[in-house]
């Protein structure tokens, strides 16, 4: 059973330019976390999707950060117009639905913003 | 308010020794679930345990074992006989039964030396 899937796992931007983070939930999971780690801190919450529907987006800064998760196909972070401070590492986490208080996570994708 | 604290930021012991990592937690819920997870360098997250807090019964897995004491709100973390293979960042976790939201702490970086 392949485990949660990130890509990719790098990912360099100039100022200004889209980034588009994909997630890949494990097999028969229906919901996806996004979390972002800063330089020197924990894993902040972002936002929690079902298919074709978000849960809970109070981590989500409310500007140029979208997220979506269809009914075919990964789980899709989008940061428009990116700056250096959106540079961090950004963890998915899927969880069956009736587990999921236990959360297993991708390998997160490293965003650089130049 | 949800609040994780790892109060020690970087522990670096002798191989072989064993080492205990903090974690407090804040919580307003009377349910709720904790976890620790390890991130070694190769930057995933690797899910380690989860405690439900109805459930104060100590933990031992191999060389790993968790004491969770919920009168001082603590679930710490030991590692017995360490190796370097365990050097890593841990991060303590929390969240309620919904498990719609994690709370991390800012992770207790682990170095094991030879």
């Known amino acids: 059973n392949a485990g949660v899937m990130q890509n990719p796992r790098h990912l360099v931007r100039r100022r200004g330019q889209e980034a588009r983070l994909r997630c890949s939930p494990m097999?028969?999971?229906?919901?996806v976390y996004w979390y972002r780690q800063l330089p020197e801190e924990g894993l902040k919450f972002m936002v929690y999707l079902q298919k074709e529907n978000i849960i809970d987006e109070s981590g989500m800064p409310k500007e140029r950060f979208s997220a979506e998760f269809p009914k075919e196909g990964p789980s899709i972070l989008r940061i428009q117009q990116v700056v250096r401070g959106d540079s961090a590492a950004y963890f998915c986490a899927s969880s069956l639905w009736d587990l999921k208080e236990t959360q297993y996570f991708g390998p997160g994708t490293r965003l650089l913003v130049l | 308010a949800q609040k994780v604290t790892q109060a020690q930021t970087e522990i670096s012991v002798v191989e072989k020794e064993d080492v205990t990592l903090d974690c407090v937690y804040e919580?307003?819920?009377?349910?709720?679930?904790l976890f620790w997870y390890k991130q070694p360098p190769s930057g995933e997250l690797v899910f380690l345990i989860r405690?439900?807090?109805?459930?104060?019964q100590n933990e031992i897995s191999g060389r790993y074992s968790w004491n969770f004491q919920k009168s001082t709100s603590s679930f710490n973390f030991t590692i017995t006989a360490s190796q370097v293979v365990d050097s890593a960042v841990y991060f303590c976790?929390?969240?309620?039964?919904?498990?719609?939201?994690?709370?991390f702490g800012t992770g207790t970086s682990l170095t094991v030396i030879p």
């Open positions: 405690r439900n807090s109805f459930d104060e």
């Open positions: 976790a929390l969240s309620d039964l919904t498990g719609n939201q994690f709370y």
């Open positions: 097999k028969g999971h229906s919901h």
């Open positions: 919580t307003r819920d009377t349910t709720y679930y």
